[in-house]
């Protein structure tokens, strides 16, 4: 089940609509300068790009019905190129629409529950989840009753509109974070303490040109107490943030400078003064959004068509291991759907696509989709009896990529072939690593491997916390990548750590060869993850295999 | 003296359809750069700077980029300028589509 607009939403949703129509209609008419227009249409999710205009589409914690991906994929045929593209903030963007017909998108978005607001601008950002969420064998709680609850909360909240800068909430229900919550402004961990429900809350935490780990502000939060808890932070942010320079205006920095305890104590300070205005009312509305994320009645599935599957069809059976994750029920299991088929752009799916996606999810898995941070779907709930099919479906339509966790399943921002912020591409490095390593077919003997590749600094392909993480820059007028080893975005989030000089586009490929091929020599044996290997020896011997001559050079 | 002047095209994004256009010397618009007036003199530059910053309800976000003189017109120097002309690289889309 997903939680579905209530009157409230859909008139606000449908409102904003209804003005965005009007201001695209002065800019068209010449009524609206751009400075004017800029800032309305950022509200709303609309971007100029270096080709076209962008539209973001906030996929609230990544949650999907078989109607919204249809929307989706309607969407992409009648006003985009027929495709959109998944986000590492579980988004959806499509690249190509034309200034006059996004009010028309808009309006189609609302029909399904859908919108754009809040998607750009120095605001509260979409709430993103675990994307296993509801369905994870190790989950403490669904965190999207949190994350609608911080959704609703934060949407035109008028105290919250103009931030130093944006802000972005992860929410978990699980110790394995899949959510990166470290590298969020507010990162949220469901725990269950003597019975208890509360939450960890981590800040600070961020990407981009100053990357930082999160700090535990709290370690237990009584669950009664979250939303004035983080409206308190955010109120502090609101006034201790940095206004005079955009670089130093995210709340990571302001937790640098001021100190964790410092903000601590005056967050407690506000939230003591805060606290009593909520009176409870957040905590029924809490109650009645969980009742909208029940589970579904699951219907009891026999493994035997699974077992055997897996034991006479070698296809299946790779992707049966790489692609499955442990679900809640020994007789269902969350299958994540690679949109990394080797070659193909990083998190783009096609209308047939998402079509087929929305029927898989509707046929087999309780109308239920997902949309995760490392940009593929997720179908959370597919009885064992039904993968045979499901896998039959997905291979016929270029979807049943076995390389879930693998080193073709590269996180990539859309880089300068699309953003007016980008120095470098992304995607045709991501393309390449990935096709090379099917020619070597090496990647499953290379095991657990997370390349992230970001084309800026501003880092929306998550390459500080790739266990590679790539970054494209401009130097002087060419192309030129930079590689970090050795990051992590789980629970034991680690900032990689940059190896050395640059390569150029023709470099980085092979450089990323010999670095594997390095490590398959490294490794104590197969068990050895690369990132295992990094933290037993460091960067040295890894460094070596990227620069042969420099090594050369000292001997 | 002063440093050497690049030469220069003024661009900017359409407004409706947000793709990349070029200012051409008898003052239209156009979606080729080998069209566009090329510029080799840099008050000149700014002054068709100022004209096309007033074309606001036309072209979005005018700036001057760098250009050098090619067989059939300007061409793009920076690899950023280049991708402006045709597309993006994973699919034939954009300028690259109708070419």
């Not at chain 1, 640098?256 to 905590?283: C, K």
């Not at chain 1, 921002?413 to 007016?420: H, V």
């Not at chain 1, 010999?514 to 068990?527: F, I, M, Q, T, W």
Request: aromatic share 8%.
């Amino acid at each position: 089940m997903m939680y579905h607009y209530n009157d409230f939403d859909e008139a606000f949703v449908r409102g904003r609509v209804a003005q965005f129509r009007g201001q695209v209609e002065r800019r068209i008419d010449g009524s609206l300068t751009e400075d004017e227009f800029r800032p309305l249409r950022l509200m709303n999710g609309l971007y100029l790009q270096l080709h076209a205009y962008m539209l973001r589409v906030a996929i609230p914690y990544g949650t999907l019905d078989s109607r919204k991906m249809r929307q989706l994929a309607m969407i992409a045929d009648r006003w985009d190129k027929g495709y959109g593209h998944f986000t590492t903030r579980q988004n959806i963007q499509y690249n190509w629409p034309a200034l006059k017909d996004v009010p028309d998108i808009l309006d189609a978005l609302a029909d399904v529950g859908m919108h754009a607001i809040q998607t750009s601008g120095n605001t509260i950002r979409n709430v993103t989840a675990d994307h296993f969420a509801g369905a994870a064998a190790d989950e403490v709680a669904d965190p999207r009753p949190v994350a609608e609850l911080l959704r609703q909360w934060s949407t035109d909240h008028p105290e919250f509109q103009f931030l130093p800068r944006k802000f972005k909430i992860a929410v978990t229900g699980a110790e394995a974070d899949r959510a990166v919550i470290r590298s969020h402004d507010i990162g949220i961990q469901i725990l269950r303490r003597d019975g208890e429900i509360g939450y960890r809350v981590i800040i600070g935490g961020g990407l981009g040109r100053t990357p930082m780990v999160g700090k535990v502000l709290t370690d237990f939060l009584p669950a009664a107490d979250l939303l004035p808890y983080c409206e308190a932070i955010v109120s502090v942010y609101n006034v201790l943030g940095r206004r005079d320079n955009k670089y130093k205006a995210r709340v990571k920095i302001t937790v640098h400078e001021n100190g964790i305890d410092a903000i601590r104590d005056q967050v407690n300070e506000r939230f003591a003064l805060i606290r009593p205005q909520f009176s409870g009312v957040d905590q029924r509305m809490l109650r009645e959004i969980e009742r909208s994320f029940a589970l579904p009645s699951f219907r009891p599935s026999s493994r035997d068509a699974f077992e055997a599957a897996r034991n006479s069809d070698p296809v299946f059976r790779s992707w049966a291991d790489t692609n499955l994750a442990a679900h809640r029920r020994d007789d269902h299991a969350i299958v994540s759907i690679s949109l990394k088929k080797h070659g193909a752009t990083p998190g783009d799916a096609t209308s047939a696509q998402m079509r087929l996606m929305a029927d898989l999810a509707e046929r087999h898995g309780y109308d239920e989709l997902r949309i995760s941070h490392e940009q593929n779907v997720i179908l959370p709930h597919v009885p064992m009896g039904d993968l045979p099919a499901v896998h039959a479906a997905l291979k016929d339509a270029g979807l049943a990529t076995a390389n879930i966790g693998l080193i073709s399943d590269i996180i990539a921002c859309p880089g300068m072939d699309y953003c007016a912020l980008a120095t470098a591409r992304s995607i045709p490095i991501a393309q390449e690593i990935a096709l090379r390593f099917d020619e070597l077919k090496m990647e499953h003997e290379v095991g657990p491997l997370k390349i992230k590749i970001s084309g800026c600094i501003n880092a929306c392909g998550h390459h500080h916390v790739g266990h590679i993480g790539i970054l494209g820059l401009d130097r002087a007028g060419v192309e030129n990548y930079q590689i970090t080893l050795g990051g992590d975005g789980t629970e034991t989030t680690v900032i990689g750590e940059r190896a050395g000089p640059g390569f150029s586009a023709d470099e980085i490929v092979p450089a990323i060869e010999r670095l594997v091929k390095g490590y398959l020599e490294l490794r104590e044996d197969a068990g050895e993850t690369f990132l295992q290997c990094y933290r037993r020896l460091g960067l040295g011997p890894f460094k070596a295999t990227l620069y042969p001559e420099a090594r050369a050079d000292a001997a | 003296m002063s440093r050497q002047f690049t030469p220069k095209v003024v661009t900017a994004n359409a407004l409706i359809e947000g793709d990349a256009i070029w200012l051409t010397e008898d003052d239209r618009w156009t979606r080729d750069i080998r069209e566009a007036e090329l510029i080799e003199d840099e008050a000149h530059g700014q002054l068709r700077l100022l004209h096309a910053l007033s074309q606001d309800s036309v072209a979005v976000g005018a700036y001057l980029a760098d250009a050098k003189p090619g067989e059939r017109g300007p061409e793009p120097v920076h690899f950023r300028e280049a991708f402006r002309t045709r597309g993006p690289s994973n699919y034939a889309h954009g300028k690259q589509e109708v070419a």
